[in-house]
């Protein structure tokens, strides 16, 4: 008996001082199943579920929506675009001048590809809308899939949602995934329609050629597919945004009230006729009412009989915690997303000091974002496109294939944050470009002002007219 106390107390001192119940390995929350044996298990039981609350909260909560559109703006904007960037060691044998011909005929056919409806399939957008529409896929619903079919002799963009892919209805693959048996994916099983859960296409890639190209980032070793930008934060957006509401309508019945007044007489103080000026069945005749009726026509301000009462509601509220609690919320919400506050709520309030902070952050998460999407989707479709340019003939590189990764080298280029105080910003790329600590060409577009190379060139043609029309001297210009 003694022993079997000792277990007792023993138990409940260890469940009661080493095993907090919210952290319990034996306990399964609602929102998620812990003890999967892999990764992979892991993200199939909980990813339809994430796309599908990710999707729905996207729809109707501002805040989500506003992180969305806040990270494809930023990282996107009017479109990431290609800069042909040949290396001069590389090319020994060929002239500045060939190189720089080169760089701008592939400049030239990929962006005259990419502006053409023709590089979307549906032919609904071009290919900057298409970067676009991918990315807020891709951020919403944890992955996005697109093709490179071949159509009118011409290379067309087909984007594909993560739920075309099939999960249990295809033999050996796994979320519509097979890999070898190093975890390379080299095969996909692609639905033709969103409810064709048995009519499916197989794709494989190739090893020197990718047909299908997957978007997503890869947060777990042996990951195959992505979960959803606001899966940490779902929770958090949907509190503030059901606290707001409820302080608002809070706040609205509060800030109504009425008042009554006590008087002895048995008149009607408000002097309306005593008329029902709705029209009755037979026509248009006023019905007269009788004198007990009172006229109660929007009045807030009602007629009391002698010694009613009647307490006024509280005339105003004001909750001095909102902002600090809002706020406080949203520090959780920065801290995971990475996206300052301040860019959050779009208000700068601080000093210069602190949103150029804020900007300096939201380039932190920029940088890497595009690296992502440059690496998974930009450029295996500049790729596909310019050697598609080459074997049609529209294209003249010399050497092309024995040299296509020097050829196909390139920077995207988006665009630029902006400057808080554009004064401060161009003294401090001056003094930089003085020192010789940084290039005009990156100074220009650092600072939003277009492509260097093409600004002097402009500005050669601005000063050869003004010359012509003496408006200033040869010395001014030299």
């Not at 079919?149 to 979320?175: A, C, K, M």
């Not at 596909?384 to 020097?406: A, H, R, S, T, Y």
């Not at 902006?418 to 161009?426: C, F, Q, R, T, Y």
Request: net charge neutral.
């Amino acid at each position: 008996m003694l022993n079997i106390l000792k277990d007792r107390f023993k138990n409940i001192f260890r469940n009661n001082n080493y095993i907090d119940d919210d952290y319990d390995i034996t306990r399964h929350d609602n929102n998620f199943s812990i003890g999967s044996n892999t990764t992979t298990e892991e993200d199939i039981r909980n990813l339809e579920q994430a796309r599908d609350t990710s999707r729905l909260y996207a729809k109707n909560n501002g805040f989500i929506k506003g992180l969305l559109r806040a990270s494809r703006d930023n990282v996107i904007g009017t479109g990431l675009k290609a800069k042909s960037n040949l290396s001069r060691k590389h090319f020994k044998n060929l002239t500045e001048s060939q190189l720089k011909n080169i760089e701008d005929n592939i400049n030239n056919y990929f962006n005259k590809w990419a502006l053409s409806k023709n590089s979307d399939i549906t032919q609904n957008n071009n290919f900057y809308l298409q970067q676009r529409l991918a990315y807020f896929t891709y951020k919403r619903d944890g992955d996005v899939f697109a093709t490179l079919p071949l159509l009118r002799n011409e290379i067309n963009l087909r984007l594909i949602p993560p739920e075309f892919l099939t999960y249990d209805s295809v033999d050996g693959f796994i979320q519509g995934i097979r890999t070898n048996q190093y975890g390379r994916p080299v095969e996909y099983a692609i639905n033709k329609s969103e409810d064709g859960l048995d009519d499916f296409i197989i794709l494989r890639n190739s090893i020197n050629k990718q047909n299908v190209l997957h978007l997503f980032d890869n947060e777990r070793i042996n990951s195959l597919r992505g979960m959803p930008f606001t899966t940490e934060i779902i929770r958090d957006c949907v509190y503030i945004d059901d606290y707001m509401k409820s302080e608002l309508l809070a706040s609205q019945i509060a800030s109504k009230f009425i008042g009554t007044i006590k008087t002895k007489s048995n008149g009607n103080i408000f002097e309306t006729k005593k008329t029902n000026l709705l029209k009755n069945n037979l026509g248009n005749t006023e019905v007269n009412l009788k004198k007990q009726d009172r006229i109660f026509k929007h009045n807030t301000i009602t007629q009391l009989k002698p010694d009613e009462e009647l307490d006024i509601i509280n005339k105003g509220r004001d909750n001095p915690n909102f902002d600090k609690i809002v706020n406080t919320s949203l520090q959780k919400v920065s801290s995971c997303t990475r996206i300052p506050i301040e860019i959050i709520l779009t208000v700068f309030t601080s000093s210069y000091s602190a949103s150029r902070a804020s900007m300096l952050l939201l380039e932190k998460f920029i940088k890497p974002e595009r690296e992502i999407f440059n690496a998974k989707f930009n450029n295996p479709i500049r790729n596909q496109v310019i050697e598609w340019g080459v074997l049609k003939g529209d294209l003249n590189i010399p050497d092309f294939f024995n040299n296509k990764d020097e050829y196909l080298n390139c920077e995207w280029l988006g665009d630029t944050q902006g400057s808080v105080d554009p004064v401060k910003d161009a003294k401090a790329k001056i003094a930089l470009i003085d020192n010789n600590l940084t290039t005009r060409e990156k100074a220009t577009r650092d600072l939003g002002n277009g492509d260097f190379e093409a600004n002097a060139k402009q500005l050669e043609k601005e000063r050869e007219i003004l010359k012509q029309n003496n408006l200033i001297s040869d010395e001014v210009t030299k």
